[in-house]
Nanobody, 121 residues
Framework: QVYVRESGGKSVQAGESLRLSCMIY????????MAWYRQPQGNQRELVAS????????YADSVKGRFSISRQSVPSKAVHLEMNNLKPEDTAVYFC??????????????WGKGTLVTVSS
């Protein structure tokens, strides 16, 4: 079984920076995608950024140039989201997702419980 746990969410002022971290415990398939999603109150969950085990990065247009995703394998598996120049519209619950991939097939799809980021103007 794989467990995912986010941390780092808090209330900040517009223009400030924040780093979210997600620890991934268990045997995640070696070929995988780690990603951050967010869900503003009353809205659907949306992809913020993702990074494959091969290093390919993908960002939502709304965060390009401001957010950066990174991964680590040692001493433990983790994915981080560096958020700069935060805006009030970045306010949301941020979820970490880890998904194994074997070709086009998904091998495990794991979610954390989320961490709240609030950006005040």
């Amino acid at each position: 079984q794989v467990y995912v746990r986010e941390s780092g969410g808090k209330s900040v002022q517009a223009g400030e920076s924040l780093r979210l971290s997600c620890m991934i415990y268990g045997d995640l398939y070696s070929s995988n995608v780690m990603a951050w999603y967010r869900q503003p109150q009353g809205n659907q969950r949306e992809l913020v950024a993702s990074m494959t085990s091969g290093g390919y990065e993908n960002y939502a247009d709304s965060v390009k140039g401001r957010f950066s995703i990174s991964r680590q394998s040692v001493p433990s598996k983790a994915v981080h989201l560096e958020m700069n120049n935060l805006k009030p519209e970045d306010t949301a619950v941020y979820f970490c997702n880890a998904k194994g991939a074997h070709g086009h097939a998904t091998v495990g799809d794991y979610w954390g419980k989320g961490t709240l980021v609030t950006v005040s103007s």
